[in-house]
């Protein structure tokens, strides 16, 4: 996974009014935190942020995160927006141990065309929208792509059944159902009418 270059400026001023300011002014207070490190107070550039999450990753962007001259390898650990707007309102970076394993949620994206699902009046439902990985920060995936092309009818896709990048592992219940199938309403009306009359 390639790195983004982030420029983090250094936060003296604290409390919701130097915020609300930072904020007037187009930039967003934030953290930077991490293991063995003492938490700084940043703000960054809400166009460069814009910009920095924009790529294939979005915001499981790895970043070069450049803080007073020194670079922080760091991912965002949270987004806090604005409830109205959806604006971002503060982002927690986290540095992060090139070699030690994280954990994120990745996209899931569905591919192909579910034919013989379609021919039968059925739906290709995704279930989830992203799943919970462990992964170091240089295998961590873009997306999750799922191939639908050859799902039946009744058939169901579970996590255990996915096939991961190397290096990366799903979490969670192996019997948990990532992409399932819906009955549309004309085919559950076709089902009742030839059910048999009691």
């Known amino acids: 996974m390639s790195t983004t270059t982030l420029v983090a400026t250094p936060r003296t001023t604290s409390g919701s ?16 935190y991490g293991q063995g490190m003492e938490p700084i107070s940043v703000t960054v550039e809400r166009r460069d942020l814009r910009l920095a999450l924009s790529g294939p990753a979005g ?23 604005h409830p109205i707007k ?20 990745v996209p899931v994206r569905l591919e192909g065309e579910a034919k013989a699902v379609i021919a039968a009046g059925g739906m290709v439902d995704p279930a989830i929208d992203s ?5 170091t920060p240089g295998n961590m995936p873009n997306e999750i792509v799922i191939d639908i092309t050859n799902l039946q009818p009744g058939e169901v896709i579970r996590l255990g059944a996915l096939k991961m990048a190397k290096g990366v592992t799903a979490l969670g219940d ?13 085919e559950a009306a076709r089902g009742a009418a030839a059910a048999p009359a009691e």
Request: hydrophobic residues 45%; contains cysteine; proline residues 4%.
């Open 17 to 32: 009014a130097a915020a609300r300011r930072l904020r007037a002014a187009d930039h967003v207070p934030g953290v930077l």
């Open 59 to 81: 915001v499981n962007a790895l970043l070069s995160l450049e803080v007073g001259g020194k670079k922080y390898p760091a991912v965002v650990k949270e987004l806090q927006r």
């Open 86 to 105: 959806r604006t971002v309102s503060h982002i927690d970076f986290f540095q992060v141990n090139m070699n030690e394993a994280i954990t994120v949620h």
């Open 131 to 135: 799943i919970e990985v462990s992964c």
């Open 174 to 186: 192996p019997d948990m159902t990532v992409v399932s199938i819906l009955h549309t309403a004309g």
